[in-house]
């Protein structure tokens, strides 16, 4: 049998840029051809794909014919438009964006989780989760398959690049303009100074508020009733990939100046007893969560732990004092890689071996 | 009858400096004498307290004669061994150290919520409780009042200034270190950043891991089960203040990089119905407390909103979609001021008040 074709849509933006760095990394990849396909004003670039050269092709109807898997991400309203159109060339579409994530025709997939999903895809289309639900799937997954999860409370401590390059680039020159000025203490000028070093300002910034010496309680739209996009993302995804309709979830998603990874504090409560030693026993065994859980030692996750690595750490894991059958957890994952282009590239791998 | 005489004990501290900030600009103080006392090394400063020179006195038995009230901001052993002797010799001593919080015998105050606690102060020593605890005292005694509060999971955003002026100058070296340096993204070299810029990282930093561009879910020393000294003060203080001792508490202590002001991310269970109408109508007539909560027009707490400022900052309060009777909320709070200073003076006001 041929080998299948990939085609990664969205090549040259971060996270198409990763999944070049990961499927590089590995001593080997199932693909045939790989094809590289971009927005038109990226067409024609030379990009190097495990040490060959790929000209990136126009996203075109055509430029999906013969492919077996196409990696998209993109924008939410492209990937709307243009998963449908490879999947109608005969491509299982991976898509990253948002557009069909909640769609009952689309299984929502981390392949710790519910790999066996895959194969139940009627429109083609298999969508890739939001990354702040992702950093904690793996770890969420393994819990509840052992303990039974009844009931979640998240708090985030997202990263900019959550926020795309603009994010980055943003928190950058933030501290750029910050460095020396020695502000934040008695007063709270932080906006000052960057208005006079002439770095963009709530409209004008990835971010409505400061993010360096700050933090943000917001990302995403505003929703029903004060919830942001992203709070609501985080319990729908949650369900859906968990399998748990019912599953009690509330989060509340806060940016704080960190460039990648986001991390998660999260309360969790389940329908059997825990412990944190059979919790330990349980996320130790699997092969994409490291452990770190020595406070004594001064070992805990941190984001700069975690980013730039693909596997999920998990730590600051203690027993409820006062709830039963409930865990507290610290969670990071690095948001680009196992929040977007690492799982998206691992379902896609998934779906080359389920044939 | 005479006006009472107050002693500020640790007057050249970073709290003790806040607190004649906060005398310097109150129109009025009902005290006669104001008393400034140090460590040896301090004493003979020379101190400006609302317009007039004050001597810094060396903390001696002999200081506390004729003190009425005497406000501590010292470390914990200084405290345990001083507080009693300003009371022997006849003060009231206020005290912001951990020496005394849990103690039975000394009241834990906040005077929106338990004031009427102050003479209740058998040893002569009232205590203050914890900044990260304050920070949320006003909000969560206003809404017990009026809803019957059963328990609350926190997640705390930590200020460096919260420990101390160390804390303070290290995350500004850190910041200075890595401006220019675009780390953090692809790699977590921040640490190695550091090092090479000659910032102290780890055992040598006030903080357990670098902080710029970082998030540390630590704070304070290793109790049983791996939960932080911090995170049980949450709890127990908690317990204390609101008179509640059956109140379920789980927290995880985060320290992030932020200069002042610690943020809470609070999930709140009462045992009475609850909405958000009722919350905002609630909280928005504490005098302390501000509701700042329009997503749609960009209005949520930020430490930077926060800082410098008295009141707490409320907002991005919703219902719980899944846990009945349950409140979410984002509250700021300035850890220099409510959270040390400001709460230990309004307590050092109340006692006169009091008489």
Sequence with gaps: MDKPVLALVGATGAVGTT????????????????????SARSAGKV????????????LKPEVFDGVDIAMFDVPDEVSAEWAPVAAARGAVAVDNS????????????????????????????????NCTTLSMMAAMGALHREF???????????????????GV?????????????QVGSVSGDVAGVLKEAGVPVGAD?????????????????????????????????SRKILGIPELKVSATCV????VTTHALAIHATFSGEVSVEAARKVLSAQPTIVVKDDPAAGEWPTPADAVGGDPTVVGRIRQSLDFPNTLELFVCGDNLRKGAALNTYEVAETVAAAG
Excluded: C, H
């Design 19 to 38: 999944m070049i760095n990961i499927m590089d990394s590995r001593e080997s990849v199932p693909w045939g051809e790989i094809r590289l396909i971009a």
């Design 47 to 58: 990009l190097k794909v495990r040490g060959e050269d790929v000209t990136v092709l126009e």
């Design 98 to 129: 948002g557009a069909f994530r909640m769609d009952p025709d689309v299984p929502l997939v981390v392949p710790e989780v519910n790999a066996d999903k895959v194969t139940d895809r009627p429109k083609g289309i298999i969508a890739n989760p």
């Design 148 to 166: 039974g999860l009844e009931a979640l409370v998240v708090s985030s401590y997202q990263a900019a690049s959550g926020a795309g390059q603009p």
């Design 169 to 181: 680039d943003q928190l950058y020159a933030e501290i750029e303009a910050l460095a020396g000025k």
């Design 205 to 237: 910034s990835p971010f409505p508020a400061p993010l360096a010496l700050n933090v943000v309680p917001w990302a995403g739209s505003l929703k029903d009733d004060g919830w942001s996009s992203e709070e609501l993302k985080v319990r729908n995804e």
């Design 255 to 258: 940016r704080v100046p960190v």
